[in-house]
Nanobody
Framework: QLRPVESGGGLVQPGGSLRLSCAAS????????IGWFRQAPGKERDFVSC??????KYGSFVKGRFTISRDTAKNKVYLEMNSLQPEDTAIYFC??????????????????WGQGTQVTVSS
């Protein structure tokens, strides 16, 4: 069973950057659609970004600040986050599902979830 593992979260000042990583040792992530979601306390899980072999998408709040990418050699998917603001504070989750035609922004469409990594944006 695929078990995504997130890393790279932490505390950053407003305007700063972080790079999150999603890795899995059990399978080749190139065969999977990968999504990033986030959840702040008391709020629903929001779509951040997703990638598959033919497409990538971003949530409407991203506004060019985040970039999703794959490193096939390292079997990882990254989420580069720039110009972070306090409202970006949340637990960020990596999710995966067998690749289909076009990645999804809906959490219910993903079968495998990581434990999440905390991102805190504060001065």
């Amino acid at each position: 069973q695929l078990r995504p593992v997130e890393s790279g979260g932490g505390l950053v000042q407003p305007g700063g950057s972080l790079r999150l990583s999603c890795a899995a040792s059990e399978a080749d992530l190139d065969n999977y659609e990968i999504g990033w979601f986030r959840q702040a306390p008391g709020k629903e899980r929001d779509f951040v970004s997703c990638i598959d072999e033919s497409s990538l998408k971003y949530g409407s709040f991203v506004k060019g600040r985040f970039t999703i990418s794959r490193d096939t050699a390292k079997n990882k998917v990254y989420l580069e986050m720039n110009s972070l603001q306090p409202e970006d504070t949340a637990i960020y989750f990596c999710a995966a599902v067998q690749a289909r035609d076009g990645c999804s922004g809906y959490p219910r469409n993903y079968a495998y979830w990581g434990q999440g990594t905390q991102v805190t944006v504060s001065s």
